[in-house]
């Protein structure tokens, strides 16, 4: 059959097929016969080929990365045949890529429930897990990895990664340990016993586990980084710079350490190398908020004032009760002559720190200068008390809640007004595991989606559902353009109590308006009306969201992707990366 395209084959197969199948039709002679043959043809091993080829279709999706038409074809599969475990398995696997790892997570338990020997679906579960900071359940999955099968180091490396997030150094030392030993020539695991130690602020044994680790690779980027925070720690700027540029020579994208290496240059006297690593940092990320503040400061050093305030403008649009950003524009200000927005910015530093003299002293000259001499005399004279105050050991009292809330602001120290930030942040761990993949970039509003966009169809009338019950409730509606409101919407739903987009529309009305439990209470009325609408998972999960409860609303939103509303794949991405 050389040179048959395979649409030809397909043909000729299938011909073959009904020759065959019509020529024992006609060989038997008992109806009986034919009506158990033609039985047999609609029994369930027909339907296999179809399943077997959606499954083929959902894997070759995957592979290309296809991760949506992926779980379009393998969710078809599970609702024909949930007892097969592969097609949970490779739904989990595109989910996970989706970020949705909640979702993914499920699907992997399922999986686990038809097949529980795939050592593969505890690293999956394990890596969904991770990402979601459940560290404890992802240590039990990679044990019953390890217990599958004991010869793969990552399994190892997971496990012990996650013991050392669960503060567990004394096992997770263990684990390194016996990967050491076992595989010597792996980088990873040298590292790790390097940030142990230093967790345990011994520096020396740290760095000597970090020299071992360039011995087995001089090209692994974290050994580069740990080496140069180890050199910052010790005030070691140039051997600290010259680490950091090797870091970056092999991952030029690494924002934290650009954002590192301008603190050392900035300490041997590299303004100009320090600027351009900022401008860089932020050419990577824009928002990142060391990299503002500190440019910021530099900024303001080399005399660049206004563009020095447009740095701290941004720190403030993030963080409006930053205190040290709040003190420093207020000083920026000053120098360009906004006596008024320095006031402004002085008078909420010296709110946190009523003893904060310097910021007293700047703003009794801002006053001065705008000929406010009251208000200036006022600073000036608390200024004198508060010096006599303490040099005499009076200090004014405050009630026990005053102190506690200033013994937490006072970690913030507004004379370090002018220091520049190191970034301290442990880099994100470089897991080991097969489901890397790429996540959903597209930006996205965190929004609900409008009342009126149902997706929904019904037969019967061939019309919108929405047109529809809007015709049949003619007089409840407004049509002229006007937006419906809760009441308009609420006598919809006394006429006809059985229409789930009703309960949808007003739960998006509720949830606007910030009334997340009487929203969430008619999305749930909704999906049990019809369970298979994706837009009252979506607005569902974000009003859990939204009122704090993160993990349903994660579940919602998964499985509003499922279902085919692909951009909630992109809100979870961004919830999941969002501290609040």
């Known amino acids: 059959m050389t040179g048959v395209r395979s649409n030809d084959v397909g043909k000729i197969l299938r011909q073959q097929f009904m020759d065959l199948f019509f020529s024992i039709i006609r060989s038997i002679k008992s109806r009986a016969a034919i009506a158990v043959l033609l039985w047999l043809v609609n029994m369930p091993c027909f339907p296999q080929f179809n399943t077997d080829r959606l499954t083929a279709s959902g894997r070759i999706a995957l592979y290309y990365e296809d991760y949506v038409l992926s779980i379009q074809y393998l969710s078809q599969v599970i609702m024909l045949k949930p007892h097969l475990y592969e097609p949970w398995q490779l739904r989990a696997a595109a989910k996970y890529y989706l970020d949705d790892f909640s979702g993914a997570e499920q699907d992997a338990t399922e999986a686990m429930k038809l097949n529980p020997y795939i050592p593969n679906l505890y690293d999956l579960r394990g890596i969904c897990r991770i990402r979601q900071k459940n560290y404890a359940e992802a240590i039990d999955d990679y044990t019953n990895a390890i217990r599958l099968d004991p010869t793969s180091r990552n399994f190892w490396f997971n496990r012990a990664v996650c013991r050392m997030e669960n503060k567990d150094y004394d096992n997770a030392e263990a684990d ?30 740290a760095a000597e586990w970090l020299e071992k680790s360039l011995k087995v690779d001089q090209y692994n980027v974290s050994t580069w980084s740990m080496r140069a925070n180890i050199a910052m720690a010790r005030k070691e700027w140039q051997l600290a710079d010259s680490m950091l540029t090797r870091a970056i020579q092999l991952k030029p994208r690494s924002v934290a350490n650009y954002v590192n290496r301008a603190l050392a240059r900035c300490n041997i006297n590299n303004l100009r190398g320090a600027m351009a690593d900022y401008d860089i940092a932020l050419d990577i990320d824009p928002d990142n908020f060391l990299a503002h503040y500190n440019r910021g400061l530099l900024r303001q050093q080399v005399g660049d004032d206004n563009r020095a305030i447009d740095d701290f403008n941004y720190v403030l649009r993030f963080e409006p009760g930053n205190v040290m950003a709040l003190f420093n524009r207020g000083v920026l200000l000053d120098q360009t002559g906004d006596l008024h927005g ?95 993949g790429k996540v959903q970039n597209r930006k996205v509003a965190i929004d609900f989606l409008p009342e009126q966009q149902i997706t929904g169809f019904d037969p019967e009338s061939g019309t919108s559902m929405l047109q529809n019950y809007a015709e049949v409730t003619a007089g409840n509606v407004p049509k002229a353009g006007k937006k419906m409101t809760l009441s308009d919407i609420t006598a919809m739903i006394e006429k006809t109590p059985e229409k789930a987009e009703l309960y949808y529309m007003r739960g998006t009305v509720l949830a606007r308006q910030g009334d997340y439990d009487d929203a969430v209470a008619d999305f749930t009325k909704a999906l049990e009306l019809d369970d298979r609408m994706p837009e009252a998972y979506f607005n569902r999960g974000l009003a859990y969201a939204f009122s704090g409860k993160k993990k349903e609303g994660l579940r919602d939103l998964s499985k509003a992707g499922e279902l085919g509303l692909y951009s909630a794949y992109s809100v979870m991405k961004k919830l999941n990366s969002e501290k609040k």
């Open 176 to 205: 390194l340990d016996s990967i050491v030993k076992r595989w010597s020539t792996f980088p990873e695991p040298y590292n790790a016993m390097a940030e142990i130690y230093l967790v345990k602020k011994d520096t020396v044994t």
């Open 342 to 436: 320095a006031i402004r910015d002085y008078s909420k530093v010296i709110e946190e720190f009523p003893n904060f003299w310097n910021g007293l002293s700047r703003r009794a000259s801002c006053y001065r200068r705008l000929g406010m001499t009251a208000k200036a005399e006022k600073d000036e004279f608390r200024i004198l008390k508060a010096q006599m105050d303490k040099h005499i050991g009076v200090q004014p009292r405050w009630t026990k809640h005053k102190l506690q809330e200033m013994r937490k602001k006072g970690d913030i120290d507004p004379e370090k007004y002018q220091q520049l930030v190191v970034d301290d942040q442990t880099p994100e761990r470089e897991y080991q595991s097969e489901y890397r």
